[in-house]
C-alpha cells in the first residue's frame, strides 16, 4: 500500500475544481500540508460544515446556509426587480459591484437544444411564477452575451411579454477598453446600443 494514496487522492479531486489542473493541485496541496495548522485543518472543517449546511434558496436559487437566502429576507431591498442571471457566480458579481439593490432570479444555465435543457429544466417556470405573485414591475435579464445566452433571453422575454417591463444590461466597450482589441461582436453591439451624449 502506497505511503502518499491519501494525499494523491486529494491532489486528483482539488484537480477537478475549475482552474486547477494537476500541477496546480499538486502546489496547493503540499502548501496545505505545508501549513497545515494554520490551513489544512481549519479548511477541512469549514468545507465539512459547508458540506452539510449550504443549500439552495427556495425562491431565487442563490446558495446559503437557510432555506431562503440574505438578499431574498432582506427587507431594504426593491422588492419590484428581479435581476436574472444564468449562475450563483454571475449573482455574486452583480453583488460584488454594490450598484443592484433589488432581488435575483437564478435560472441554473441556459436553455440549450444540443444540451436537451428545456425551460422545465432550468427555473424559468419559477420565474413567471414569482412575477404573477411578488408584483414585480421590471425582469433585468442579465445573462451571458452567448448564443445560448441570447437564446434564454429571447425565450423569458417571449413568456413575459405585456405582463412586465423587460430590461437587459448593456452590451459593448469595457470601461478602459481599447478599440483595437474587441472582437467583431463587441463592437457591433457597442454600435447598436449607443446613446447620445
Known sequence: MSS???????????????????????????????????????????????ATTARECLNCGNVGTNDICD?????????????????????????RSGVFKGRYHVLGGTLSALDAIGPDELRIPRLIDRVQTESITEVILALNATIDGQTTAHYIADQLEGRVKLTSLA??????????YLDDGTITAALQARKAL
Do not use: F, Y
Open 171 to 180: 452590451q459593448g466597450v469595457p470601461i478602459g477598453g481599447e478599440l483595437d
Open 71 to 95: 438578499i431574498c429576507a432582506s427587507e431594504k431591498r426593491a422588492n419590484s426587480e428581479i435581476c436574472v442571471v444564468e449562475d450563483v457566480s454571475d449573482l455574486w458579481a452583480m453583488e
Open 4 to 50: 502518499t494514496r491519501d494525499i494523491d487522492n486529494l491532489i486528483e479531486m482539488m484537480a477537478k475544481l475549475p482552474g486547477l489542473g494537476p500541477r496546480s493541485a499538486r502546489r496547493a496541496v503540499l502548501h496545505l500540508i505545508r501549513k497545515q495548522a494554520l490551513l489544512m485543518t481549519p479548511l477541512a472543517d469549514l468545507m465539512q460544515t459547508v
